[in-house]
C-alpha cells in the first residue's frame, strides 16, 4: 500500500504538470487527480515514471490519500471549473484541510471562495502563479493570499518549489487576506502587459525607424541586457530576434502574423483601476495596442488610404539607440510607478496591508517581469514603506535625470515625425509630465461641469472637502 503522500493536485495541463515534478523533486510525495485517464497514464507512465508519484482518476481515491490536513493545489481554468471542483472536493474534506487556487483567478473570486470555504470549516489559498512551464518546473514566482491561518500550514510546500535568489531567499510571500495574492498576480500581468508593448515598440522604432537588420538589433537587446534593463524579456527578446522559420529558412518574426492575443489580466487590471480611480494609462495602452492588433484587416485598408509622408531625418544611429534605450528604460520605471500605485490603493481599500518591497522581491526571481532594477525598487520601499508613488524614489530621479528625459522625448519625437505608433512610450511620458506638474487644466474641467451639471468644485483658497457651485450665467 502507498503511503500518505503530502500533498495533491488536481490538473494535468502543461502547468500542473511541471509543478508536481517540481514538488517531487524538492522531496515531496504527491497525488495528482485528473478526469481523463489517457491524460492521467499518459503522464504517470512518462514524465512522472519512477517517481513517488500516485495518480487517481476517483476523486475519492484522490483525497484518501492525501495526509491530514490535506492540501490541495487546483490547476485549472478560472472560473466555473473552480467552484464545481471546490463543490466536489466539500463532501471529502474535513476541517482544516486547504484548497489552494493556483490559476489566474479574479481577486474577488478569490474573496467569494475564502469566505464560503471559511463558512465550511475549510482553508482557502488564492495562489498567484507566474513564470510559464519552465518557472512551474524549475522555480515560480508565488504570490500566496487568502486564509493568513492555512499560510503556516502551505509555506514549507510553497517557499521550497520557489524560484530563489542569490542569498537564497525564495520568491514566496504572504500577500495577504481574501484575494490579495491574486490581485498582486493580476497586477503583475498588468505591468508585463506595458514591458511587452515597450519592447515591441522599440523594436519597431529599430526595424522601421532606425533601418536596423536582425543581427544588428539581436546585439542591442543582447547589450541592453547587460544594463539597467536587464531582465528576462530582454533576454529572449535578444534570442528571437536570431531565430530562423524551419520551413522557409526567413526569420521566425517575418512569419508571424501582427495580430496579439490576451487572456484577460490585462484588461482586468485597466478596468479595475478605473473603478478605483487610479491612474495606469500605460498599461491601459499596451491592452488596447493587443486590441488595435487584432483588427488586422482594417489595418491593411487603413494602410492603403491613410497616407504619411514622413520628413527626411538625418540622424546619428547611435545616438538614437542610446536615446532608445533611455527611453525604454524611463518608461519602464513609469509602468511599474503605475501598477504599484494600483497595489497601494488596493491595500487601503481592502485592508490588505501589502507589503511592497517583499512584492517587488517576490518579482525578483522566476516570473516573466523578473528584471534587475526590482533590487531598487525594493531597496526604495524596504527605505519608505509608504511611499505613494515609486517616481519619488531616490533611484528614479537619478536614473531619469535631464539628459535621460531629452533622450526620451527625442525618441517620442522622432517616432511621430516617421509615423511609428509608440502608445506606450508615449503615455508614460504623459503620465511623467503630468505627474510632475504642480498645477493641470482640470480647474476648466471642473469650470465646465459645474456650468452644466452643477457637480461643484473646491476653491484654492479654501479647505479641501469643501465644495462650492458658481451662478455661471445670470438669468
Not at 474573496?111 to 515560480?140: D, H, M, Q, T
Not at 486590441?291 to 504619411?308: F, M, N, P, T
Not at 507589503?355 to 518579482?363: E, F, G, K, R
Request: charged share 20%; proline share 4%.
Amino acid at each position: 500500500m502507498n503511503s500518505l503522500a503530502d500533498i495533491g493536485l488536481i490538473g494535468l495541463g502543461v502547468m500542473g504538470q511541471s509543478l508536481i515534478l517540481n514538488l517531487h523533486d524538492k522531496g515531496f510525495a504527491v497525488s495528482c487527480y485528473n478526469r481523463s485517464a489517457d491524460g492521467l497514464h499518459q503522464f504517470i507512465n512518462t514524465r512522472a515514471a519512477g517517481k513517488s508519484i500516485q495518480g487517481f482518476t476517483d476523486l475519492h481515491d484522490f483525497v484518501v490519500s492525501l495526509s491530514r490536513p490535506r492540501k490541495i493545489i487546483l490547476m485549472i481554468p478560472a472560473g466555473k471549473p473552480v467552484d464545481q471542483n471546490i463543490e466536489l472536493l466539500l463532501p471529502l474534506l474535513e476541517p482544516g484541510d486547504v484548497i489552494i487556487d493556483g490559476g489566474n483567478s479574479h481577486y474577488e473570486d478569490s474573496n467569494r471562495r475564502n469566505a464560503y470555504l471559511l463558512e465550511k470549516g475549510l482553508l482557502f489559498i488564492g495562489l498567484g502563479v507566474s513564470g510559464g512551464e519552465e518557472g512551474a518546473l524549475k522555480g515560480p514566482s508565488l504570490m500566496p493570499g487568502g486564509n493568513a491561518t492555512a499560510w503556516p500550514i502551505v509555506k514549507p510546500f510553497l517557499q521550497k518549489i520557489a524560484a530563489r535568489l542569490p542569498d537564497g531567499s525564495a520568491c514566496c510571500e504572504w500577500m495577504g487576506e481574501g484575494g490579495a495574492g491574486h490581485f498582486v498576480k493580476m497586477v503583475h500581468n498588468g505591468i508585463e502587459y506595458g514591458d511587452m508593448q515597450l519592447i515591441c515598440e522599440a523594436f519597431h522604432l529599430m526595424q522601421t525607424g532606425i533601418g536596423m537588420n536582425y543581427d544588428e538589433m539581436k546585439k542591442t537587446f543582447e547589450n541592453w541586457n547587460r544594463s539597467d534593463l536587464s531582465s528576462y524579456l530582454i533576454e529572449i527578446t535578444a534570442d528571437i530576434m536570431s531565430a530562423k522559420d524551419p520551413q522557409t529558412g526567413r526569420p521566425m518574426l517575418d512569419m508571424i502574423l501582427d495580430a496579439a492575443g490576451q487572456k484577460g489580466t490585462g484588461s482586468w487590471t485597466a478596468q479595475i483601476a478605473l473603478d478605483m480611480g487610479v491612474a495606469i494609462p500605460q498599461i491601459a495602452e499596451a491592452v488596447f495596442a493587443r486590441s488595435l492588433s487584432a483588427i488586422k484587416a482594417q489595418r491593411e485598408q487603413a494602410a492603403g488610404k491613410l497616407g504619411w509622408q514622413a520628413p527626411e531625418n538625418l540622424f546619428d544611429r547611435q545616438e538614437m539607440v542610446k536615446n532608445l534605450e533611455k527611453a525604454v528604460y524611463a518608461a519602464k520605471i513609469c509602468s511599474y510607478a503605475q501598477g504599484f500605485g494600483l497595489l497601494h490603493a488596493a491595500s487601503d481599500r481592502f485592508s490588505w496591508k501589502l507589503d511592497y518591497a517583499n512584492i517587488a522581491q517576490v518579482w525578483r526571481a522566476g516570473c516573466i517581469i523578473r528584471a534587475e532594477f526590482l533590487t531598487s525598487i525594493k531597496k526604495a520601499f524596504e527605505k519608505d514603506s509608504d511611499l505613494e508613488n515609486l517616481l519619488m524614489a531616490e533611484f528614479v530621479g537619478k536614473k531619469i535625470d535631464l539628459a535621460a528625459q531629452k533622450g526620451w522625448r527625442e525618441i517620442i519625437k522622432f517616432a511621430i515625425d516617421q509615423g511609428i505608433p509608440v502608445p506606450s512610450m508615449s503615455s508614460a511620458l504623459n503620465y511623467f509630465d503630468g505627474y510632475r506638474c504642480a498645477r493641470l487644466p482640470a480647474n476648466l474641467l471642473q469650470a465646465q461641469r459645474d456650468y452644466f451639471g452643477a457637480h461643484t468644485f473646491e476653491r484654492v483658497d479654501r479647505p479641501r472637502g469643501e465644495f462650492f457651485h458658481h451662478i455661471w450665467l445670470e438669468n
